[in-house]
């Protein structure tokens, strides 16, 4: 692959995305949250957001994952440390993209079980496609259908995650 990529959305059009859905959580949790970032794709996202929050953080890494190649798989397969004691804390996961929703379903299930108190998901992509809506994170920054993307924390192949945009794969 060249060095031109189709931009779908720019530095500046995720950078304003990610300024709403900080002011969100601010609006929403006062007295600080445990932020759980989903490696490899949502550190990108994680760091600019928890810069652009006003909240105080604590930061916490999991990785988890259920794709096989390109499409979700079957299985999540979840690994690394929560971060501690999450018992009576705010718990606010991000993650880069929700796709069918299983993984961020999971996650959910598995803090809520670790005792926190209340428990927000924040994903900068949502893929609307293949989802049922009650699975919708709290939180999400801008809507594609059921392109394959990278950039932006997201890899082709793992490759590509330091661009400052999303560009679309060509086929």
Same mark, same amino acid.
């Given at each position: 692959?060249?060095?031109? !990529? %189709?931009?779908? =959305? ?9 300024? #709403? ?8 949790? &006062? ?13 990108? =996202? ?14 916490? =890494?999991?990785? %988890? ?8 798989? &079957? ?13 009576? #804390? ?11 929703? #299983? ?13 926190? !108190?209340?428990? %927000? ?12 809506? &009650?699975?919708? %994170? ?9 392109? =394959?993307? *990278?950039? *932006?924390?997201?890899?082709? &192949? ?11 794969? #060509?086929?």
């Amino acid at each position: 692959m060249g060095a031109e !990529h %189709a931009v779908l =959305f720019s530095t500046e059009e995720i950078a304003g995305a990610v300024r #709403r859905i900080a002011s969100a959580v601010d609006a929403d949790f &006062d007295d600080g949250l445990v932020v759980l970032v989903v490696l490899k794709g949502a550190v990108v =996202f994680a760091t600019d957001l928890v810069r652009a929050m006003r909240t105080e953080t604590e930061l916490a =890494f999991i990785t %988890a994952s259920s794709y096989e190649s390109f499409t979700p798989g &079957d299985e999540l397969t979840v690994s690394g440390d929560i971060g501690g004691d999450l018992t009576g #804390r705010d718990v606010l996961i991000v993650d880069d993209i929700i796709d069918t929703g #299983r993984t961020l379903r999971s996650l959910v299930t598995l803090v809520e079980s670790e005792g926190a !108190h209340r428990v %927000a998901t924040a994903a900068l992509v949502n893929k609307t496609q293949r989802r049922s809506p &009650d699975t919708a %994170a709290t939180y999400t920054g801008v809507d594609i259908t059921d392109e =394959f993307i *990278y950039g *932006y924390g997201l890899d082709w &192949d793992e490759r590509f995650r330091d661009l400052p945009f999303i560009a679309l794969a #060509r086929p």
